[in-house]
């Protein structure tokens, strides 16, 4: 399937459908004629897990069906394998609903193991163990599940809350994601890893991980197969870093904002970096981890259209020996559409839905599309995982990426604790924390 950023129709386009149903969802969020996603409690017995009973059999089905029809629909433009699709897709919803189920199990919710780790490995112990299946290779639409997921996470940016905050959150997101990136970049390219690959990995160390992966895979036109390496990774260190980082922030007796935005910061993965606050302990803790993280997708779509501009305008024409000067039209084909449907559903929330419906009314429409985008996220990583081979996973370009990401990563925690030092420590002035 073409990745969407080139001149393929629109209604054959990848990208722009993602933009099509993502917004889709919101608007039936807005109006109120969205179905509800499964209500999943936090449980220590599977009978707490389903606080709503047997209705939660029709929600699931409801849910179900609407999923499938919406991308069905995409999908016929886009010629996928329809028979095939639908029987797989059962498969992969099914394996969805598990994930999320397992991940609010009160202790594995409690460290934050998140619904898109569980479904990364029931799509690596299939991928790894045993063949997989034609339906669900026909199914398994990794990035397409992906950009909708995106697009609905756009209803979740409310510029109000990244403002209420001070322009402290702002000021770490861009000093980090700014200083991280070429870090990042630098020490992969002394790894000897491509142009392309090096910038997907600084993407995704510098600002939010599994998002601005996908956004720089698409902006760069990357290889997809290390844009799913480097998906799988993210996961994998978050996890490790909400075991390690706490516990060192309070080894060094960090004030509960000052460790917040310090794991913010470094974390890759929001539902993670919120988890990790919360183990931290604290109000302050736990609301600014999340304005931190928050500030960072911000810089998604800014993100996106430089490195698109930057692919376009040097390294297209230096590795095709190119000397003539391309045209601002290819940075447009190039540019990921769904960008800008991410940025588009965060400018409906946040200024026409907000002032039309009210803060509490607009919360609950951020809050439906949240359950949208996990549960396409959700989606999304069992396919990576029916894709991924764990061996090469570990050995992709003899291990050097690997090996740059995380020694990369751990020069990311020690520069981010310098900058939280400076903004959040109480050194140098007092950083005003978001109100509830």
């Not at 697009?151 to 700014?178: P, W």
């Not at 050097?400 to 002035?429: D, E, H, K, M, V």
């Amino acid at each position: 399937m073409n990745n969407g950023n080139d001149r393929t129709p629109v209604l054959k386009n990848e990208d722009w459908w993602a933009v099509f149903i993502g917004l889709f969802i919101v608007l039936l969020a807005i109006v109120g004629w969205l179905p509800h996603a499964p209500k999943i409690a936090k449980w220590t017995s599977l009978a707490a897990a389903f606080p709503k009973g047997a209705s939660t059999i029709g929600t699931t089905v409801a849910l179900f069906i609407f999923i499938c029809v919406i991308t069905m629909i995409g999908g016929a433009f886009m010629k996928f394998d329809l028979k095939r699709y639908i029987p797989g897709f059962i498969v992969i919803f099914a394996l969805t609903f598990i994930a999320i189920l397992i991940s609010n199990q009160a202790f594995i919710k409690k460290w934050g193991i998140e619904y898109v780790l569980w479904a990364l490995v029931f799509g690596l112990i299939i991928s790894n163990f045993f063949k997989v299946p034609q339906i669900l290779r026909a199914a398994g639409q990794t990035e397409f599940f992906i950009k909708i997921g995106l697009v609905c996470m756009g209803a979740n940016i409310f510029f109000t809350d990244v403002l209420k905050g001070g322009f402290v959150g702002l000021i770490q997101a861009v000093l980090v994601a700014t200083s991280v990136w070429f870090m990042t970049y630098w020490i992969c390219r002394r790894f000897r890893v491509s142009e392309r690959f090096s910038a997907i990995i600084a993407s995704a160390n510098a600002i939010c991980g599994v998002s601005a992966t996908i956004a720089a895979g698409g902006a760069i036109q990357g290889n997809k197969k290390e844009v799913s390496y480097m998906i799988a990774w993210v996961l994998v260190c978050a996890v490790i870093l909400i075991l390690v980082m706490p516990p060192i922030a309070k080894w060094m007796n960090l004030p509960n904002n000052w460790a917040g935005a310090w794991v913010g910061g470094v974390i890759d993965n929001t539902g993670a970096v919120v988890a990790a606050g919360g183990v931290i302990g604290g109000d302050a803790a736990y609301k600014v981890a999340a304005m931190v993280k928050m500030a960072q997708n911000v810089l998604i779509g800014l993100a996106a259209f430089l490195m698109a501009l930057w692919a376009t305008m040097s390294l297209d024409r230096k590795e095709a020996g190119d000397m003539e000067r391309p045209s601002f039209m290819e940075i447009w084909y190039r540019f990921p559409k769904f960008v800008l449907g991410f940025v588009l559903a965060s400018l409906i929330i946040s200024f026409v839905a907000q002032p039309a419906m009210g803060a509490e009314a607009a919360k609950k429409v951020g809050s439906l599309c949240k359950n949208y985008r996990n549960w396409f996220f959700a989606l999304c990583f069992v396919s990576i995982g029916l894709e991924t081979n764990f061996k090469e996973l570990v050995s992709v370009g003899g291990g050097r990426p690997a090996a740059a990401y995380w020694i990369s990563q751990t020069a990311n925690a020690i520069w981010t604790l310098f900058i939280t030092w400076i903004l959040w420590s109480g050194t140098f002035f007092t950083a005003v924390i978001p109100p509830d």
